[in-house]
């Protein structure tokens, strides 16, 4: 059974980080392309980033230099690391898993940046 839980979420204040983090269960996790979307309310759900098998790395151009995404194979978890943080980052944070035509999604996770 596929498994994706996402943690990490919270309240935060503008300019502050947080870590997200996404346990995997259920597939092979070191082959899959694993990323992070967000989706904010009244909005459709946007591409933050991405890191294939290999280490490629790619992210929307609004968090490019504010957030990193790693990975930990041994671990089967993927993170995201979120500083710099604005209002406009509040959203519920998705974590997903594709290879091929194979595509999993978390549950979400909620990140509400405000003062």
């Known amino acids: 059974q596929v498994q994706l839980v996402e943690s990490g979420g919270g309240l935060v204040q503008p300019g502050g980080s947080l870590r997200l983090s996404c346990a995997a269960s259920?597939?092979?996790?070191?082959?899959?392309?694993m990323g992070w979307y967000r989706q904010a309310p009244g909005k459709q759900r946007e591409l933050v980033a991405t890191l294939t098998s290999g280490g490629t790395t790619n992210y929307a151009v609004d968090v490019k230099g504010r957030f990193t995404i790693s990975r930990d194979n041994a671990k089967r978890t993927v993170f995201l690391q979120m500083n710099s943080l604005k209002p406009e980052d509040t959203a519920v944070y998705y974590c997903?898993?594709?290879?091929?035509?194979?595509?999993?999604w978390g549950q979400g996770t909620q990140v509400t940046v405000s003062s």
């Open positions: 997903n898993a594709n290879h091929v035509y194979r595509d999993y």
């Open positions: 259920g597939f092979t996790f070191s082959i899959y392309r």
